[in-house]
């Protein structure tokens, strides 16, 4: 079958390379992609966002199924365009409904949703600048640090976690003023849960679901989880301390409750959903919930996914993933992510990158790159390419990974040194 996958970034790549390899796919069109999905696919100049243009590409160039990467136009309903679109009705499209897509666009909706079903996650409440005072008092009850988050979609920049009371009331009122632009109109406020982050990604059809392999990824821009928050500068798969015992929880607790209330509350949903989770002391709490796959946690889940990646999507969207058996890696897999100089702040573009020699075992997937008319590949984005490995064991993974970044090469490139290391460190002390 034709397929069509939107997005550019670097899970684009990851997800472009799996659905390539597919015997399924026919052809693969990536929209709008970047310079390493020209490679397994056509790119397209295609705004995903721009409904009525991917309508009319769909069905110029007989695309059977769409597959939705990116988080955006899934808020912005183009499940339900074309559902409700007579001409594009056949067409398979992985993703959920505008209302379903509200568990990641909306974070008081996802919060209610949890609260409804009895979904573990942090005590929170919800404020717009007409109740400010009242944010005002609920901060003063909570211990510190103190979680803001932009209701909205922020760009993955809405959250702010403070350790001063005063400087997250003063926070409080800039977000509800417009720090984040129309996504903080509402601010939840929300206690602050302490333990160590993974995500769990899932794969359902509104009935069935598949638990995809975890992740692990690191979102500041400084090594010891220092400095700025970024969209990820690299990932683990799989996590250590999510044990049988642990994911049987998270499944139990979180995925059960989560795939059955948004049966129960007919809330149409066929594709990935994202978990992002803390383990405190053994118990997984919910952080968020995204409606897509993560970046980079998909540059090391995407590489461990043995099965075909193509008819598991096909039976999501046709509602019969119960038939599918889901075949995974075993070993390890570690991506380290290369930046811009000046990410996650300004930085600059359109500079040439030298990527060396492959190495066996090792992808480089692009996240912001470009082709100019001449050929030469230039970073196009604040977050430019990743090396992901796959090994035996994490410290062979990981050193896989760093030797490879070792030979790309371009001016002001940046990447941490410490990914993966306090995971190392856990397994050192559980032994």
Not at 141 to 153: C, E, H, T
Not at 370 to 394: F, H, Y
């Amino acid at each position: 079958m034709n397929i069509l996958l939107l997005g550019s970034g670097g899970r684009e790549h990851a997800m472009a390379h799996k659905i390539a390899g597919s015997p399924l796919c026919g052809k693969l069109f990536i929209a709008p992609g970047n310079a390493g999905t020209a490679a397994v696919g056509e790119n397209v100049k295609l705004n995903p966002e721009s409904f009525e243009a991917v309508a009319s590409f769909v069905l110029t160039h007989r695309v059977e199924m769409v597959v939705v990467g990116p988080e955006a136009p899934l808020v912005a309903g183009i499940v339900d365009h074309f559902a409700e679109t007579p001409a594009l009705r056949n067409v398979l499209v992985v993703g959920p409904t505008r209302e379903g897509a509200q568990l990641e666009g909306s974070k008081d909706f996802a919060k209610a949703f949890m609260a409804r079903h009895g979904i573990p996650t942090a005590r929170y409440r919800t404020f717009t600048a007409a109740t400010l005072a009242e944010g005002e008092r609920f901060l003063e009850g909570l211990k510190a640090p103190y979680v803001l988050k932009a209701d909205g979609l922020a760009a993955g920049k809405g959250v702010l976690i403070e350790n001063d009371l005063a400087t997250a009331k003063a926070h409080l009122k800039e977000m509800l003023g417009g720090m984040f632009g129309r996504a903080s109109d509402s601010v939840v406020v929300e206690e602050y849960l302490d333990g160590i982050e993974l995500s769990v990604f899932v794969l359902t059809d509104g009935v069935h679901y598949l638990l995809l392999p975890e992740a692990k990824d690191y979102k500041r821009i400084g090594e010891g989880d220092r400095g700025l928050n970024t969209g990820g500068m690299g990932s683990v798969s799989p996590v250590p301390f999510a044990d049988k015992a642990f994911m049987k929880k998270v499944e139990d607790r979180i995925v059960k409750p989560t795939v059955r209330g948004l049966r129960e509350e007919k809330i149409g949903y066929r594709g990935f959903l994202f978990l992002g989770l803390m383990n405190c002391g053994g118990d997984p709490y919910v952080i968020e919930y995204n409606v897509r796959m993560g970046d980079p946690e998909t540059e090391s889940v995407f590489p461990r996914i043995k099965s075909d990646v193509v008819e598991l999507l096909e039976h999501t969207c046709r509602g019969t993933l119960n038939e599918c058996r889901l075949e995974v890696d075993p070993r390890t897999a570690a991506c380290v992510m290369m930046v811009a100089k000046g990410y996650p702040e300004s930085y600059r573009k359109g500079d040439a990158i030298d990527l060396g020699q492959d190495a066996e075992g090792v992808q480089v997937f692009h996240c912001g790159t470009r082709l100019d008319e001449e050929g030469r590949l230039l970073t196009n984005g604040g977050r430019v390419v990743c090396a992901t490995a796959l090994a035996p064991s994490l410290p062979e993974a990981l050193l896989k990974s760093y030797n490879r970044t070792h030979s790309i090469r371009w001016d002001g490139r940046y990447l941490r040194l410490d990914i993966g290391q306090d995971l190392l460190k856990l397994m050192q002390e559980g032994e």
